[in-house]
Each structure stands twice: as structure tokens, then as C-alpha cells.
């Protein structure tokens, strides 16, 4: 009788290392559960194709090529991350080195640059993950004509020519990653997974604030916690609001006011607690909690 071989996926997983970077997404990312779900059906395809190769079925590599989409703030370069380790560990990519750019810094000024800049980016990140922030803005009509254009038809080149040695993640808002790929076929059909990245929650800005506070020894006392939900109430109606790059923002500018304050305290004794506590003081002094919906957040 013929014995079937086995394949222990478990073990596999465990060796791999994947689930450590998994699990530092789930400490490091408060909310986003449909991103973290399917960044584990993503590693879960690589691991198994990665098996299957191992057991000579082979087949054809899959596309690795990923659009993150969601508004700023949300979680996307830190996502890239951990996704770039996670490539490396399954032997997808030889580094786990993310290079990370915007449109201008591929786009030159008139006179052929946009070409040789995005050669020398695309060639520093080979190897690894080229993350591509606000990608839509690559195909903007108001540009100068043809110079987005040039990067993008570079761009899809390489992605095609180098696929087995560079991954690249295109990210953007939304409506306009939409409009963008509905510009481009090309792009679209290049993109295997498309990763969305919903908008945070009140509660879930809060305990984003406490960790970042925490990570700079720092905590809100009760009172200035509950100032802190008010703020967001406020800021989160607002225009241009950019989730947690919106709450990091704002949490300097608090941290400058209790600075200023303790300064400002003169002969008087300082606890402790002093230095590492913002208070209600630091959050209501803010002109969002005074403007008017349409005003500019500050």
C-alpha cells in the first residue's frame, strides 16, 4: 500500500515566523479588524503556495502586487510593514526592506526627470516593497502633461519585468485610488489584493491616544480623558480630519500647552505626576473645541 505523505502546516506556520509579525500587528494596530483578517489571508495563501513549491507543485508564483485603500491616518504604512517582514520570512522578497515614497518623489520637473527618479527609487527598493503613498496623484489632470504618466508606465514595466524581485503597494484614498485605476486597466490588472481600510471609530481614537501618550510616558488624568472625547467629537466633523495622524497631531499640541504651563508655574512645586499628566487645561484650550464645523482645525 502506497503511504501518502504529510505536511505538518502547523509547524510550518510556527517556523515561518509569520504569526510573530501577525501578532505585533494585532499589539501594535488598535481596531482594523478587516485588515488584520485579511493580511492573514494573504500570508496564509503565500505560506501554502510556499509549501506547495516545497513539494514541487509547481505553478505560477502568485502576484504580489497590493493596493491599500482608506483614508489618511488609518493604519496603511504601518500595515506595509509588517507586510514587507511578512514576505521576507516566506521567501518572497530577499530583504525585508520597505522604501516608502510619495507621487512627487517620482515624478520630475520638466525636461525627462521623472524617469531616471523613478528608476533610482524602483532600484532602491528591488529586492523588497516599494509603498507607494497617495499613488492617485500620479494620474492628475492639473499635472504637467505626461510626467505622472511616465512613472506610472515605468512603474507598470517594472512591475511585470521584476515582479519576482520587487512587491509594490500602491495607497490612497478611496474615490480617488477608484478614479485612478479606472484610468489606468493596465494598473488595476497588475493588483492582486486590494486591502480597505476603514476609518476609525471614537472609541478606538481614544485608545489610540492613550497608547500614544504612553509611548511618550505620558497618560490623560480622568477629566482630561473625557476633554480628549469631547475634542474628538469636534475634530472628527470637521474637514481634512486624518484619523490617527489627526490624533497625534493634536496630542503635540497638548503636550506643548502643559509644557508651557509648568514654565509658566513659576516658584511652584511639581509632583511627580505633574510632568506626565494632561489635563482637561491642555485639551479645551484648543480652537477646535471653539470653531465653527467649517472652520480650519487647529
Known amino acids: 500500500m502506497t503511504s501518502i505523505a504529510t505536511v505538518d502546516l502547523e509547524a510550518a506556520f510556527r517556523s515561518s515566523g509569520v504569526g ?3 501578532d505585533e500587528l494585532d499589539r501594535q494596530l488598535v481596531g482594523l479588524a478587516p485588515v488584520k483578517r485579511r493580511i492573514r489571508e494573504i500570508a496564509a495563501l503565500l505560506l501554502v503556495d510556499k509549501l506547495r513549491r516545497e ?21 496603511k504604512t504601518t500595515v506595509a510593514q509588517r507586510m514587507a517582514e511578512i514576505l521576507h520570512r516566506l521567501g518572497y522578497v530577499r530583504t525585508n526592506r520597505l522604501v516608502s515614497v510619495a507621487c512627487e518623489d517620482l515624478v520630475g520637473q520638466p525636461g525627462g526627470h521623472t524617469a531616471p527618479k523613478t528608476k533610482e527609487l524602483l532600484e532602491k527598493a528591488m529586492g523588497g516593497v516599494l509603498f507607494v503613498d497617495q499613488a492617485c496623484h ?4 492639473e499635472d504637467e502633461p505626461g510626467h505622472g ?14 515582479r519576482d ?18 484610468a489606468d486597466p493596465g494598473m488595476r490588472s497588475r493588483i492582486a489584493h486590494h486591502v480597505e ?16 501618550l504612553a509611548e511618550q510616558n505620558y497618560r490623560f488624568s480622568p477629566e482630561g480623558r473625557a476633554a480628549f472625547a469631547r475634542y474628538l467629537d469636534a475634530r472628527m466633523r470637521q474637514p481634512h480630519f486624518a484619523n490617527a495622524r489627526s490624533v497625534r497631531n493634536a ?9 508651557v504651563r509648568l514654565f509658566e508655574s513659576h516658584g511652584k512645586a511639581l509632583t511627580v505626576e505633574d510632568p506626565q499628566t494632561i489635563g482637561p487645561e491642555e485639551i479645551l484650550a484648543s480652537r477646535v473645541l471653539a470653531a465653527s464645523p467649517g472652520e480650519r482645525a487647529a
Open 20 to 22: 510573530e509579525v501577525l
Open 197 to 212: 481600510f476603514p476609518d476609525y471609530t471614537k472609541d478606538e481614537l481614544l485608545a489610540i491616544a492613550e497608547l500614544m
Open 165 to 182: 524581485d520587487l512587491v509594490v503597494i500602491l495607497a490612497g484614498h478611496p474615490v480617488r485610488m477608484e478614479r485612478f485605476f479606472r
Open 149 to 162: 504618466k511616465e512613472a506610472i508606465e515605468f512603474l507598470l514595466q517594472v512591475m511585470e519585468t521584476k
Open 138 to 141: 500620479l494620474d492628475r489632470p
Open 55 to 75: 513539494l514541487g507543485l509547481t505553478s505560477r508564483p502568485p502576484s504580489l502586487h497590493m493596493a491599500f485603500i482608506g483614508n489618511p491616518g488609518t493604519g
Open 251 to 259: 496630542l503635540d499640541r497638548a503636550r506643548l500647552r502643559r509644557a
